[in-house]
């Protein structure tokens, strides 16, 4: 039992200093990551301690080999998963982020736009709001104000005009 401890440590040694720059190549080469590689070719002669009852000189290469393509498909399933994940979270988080930027930049368009909106002449005031707020035509405008259509427009169209430099000044 003592001798079969002693040859089986003694495999583990001799297959470590003549596989481990093998080993750590293939892993390197289907990972490309150079610390993760180093670490995953420790795990496959630390896993290969598991198996010392079982191993033999002419067997333990392909043992190794084995180990390793095991230990890189599980390191590669983990990897996409968290990419995956991560992924969709990003995804997620941006969406929520850029709908609540959007929100908060509306509202502010808004406040800056009551603001002028307030300090606008009595008649502008009145037809912008009917417009914009009251979502009227400039033809029911007039109508409800007694005024021409041609008025109405121009008050629009000025009152539009100041409410746009006011906010690209604020801006």
């Not at 040694?13 to 990972?31: G, T």
């Not at 590669?76 to 929520?96: A, I, N, P, W």
Request: charged share 30%.
């Amino acid at each position: 039992m003592e001798n079969n401890f002693i040859k089986s440590t003694q495999i583990i040694a001799d297959s470590y200093c003549e596989y481990r720059n093998s080993i750590y190549r293939y892993i390197y080469y289907k990972i490309s990551k150079e610390e993760e590689a180093k670490d995953l070719t420790q795990d496959v002669f630390l896993r290969l301690i598991d198996y010392k009852q079982m191993l033999r000189k002419d067997t333990v290469r392909f043992f190794i080999f084995t180990i390793a393509r095991n230990l890189v498909n599980d390191y590669l399933r983990h990897y996409y998963k968290v990419q995956e994940v991560t992924s969709y979270l990003y995804d997620r988080t941006e969406k929520y982020t850029n709908n609540v930027e959007s929100e908060i930049i509306a509202k502010d368009l808004l406040m800056l736009e009551k603001r002028k909106l307030s300090i606008l002449p009595a008649q502008r005031h009145k037809i912008y709001a009917m417009s914009r707020f009251g979502n009227k035509t400039s033809s029911e405008i007039a109508t409800s104000l007694n005024l021409s259509q041609r008025t109405v427009e121009n008050h629009l169209f000025i009152s539009r005009k100041e409410v746009r430099e006011y906010i690209k000044k604020c801006i």
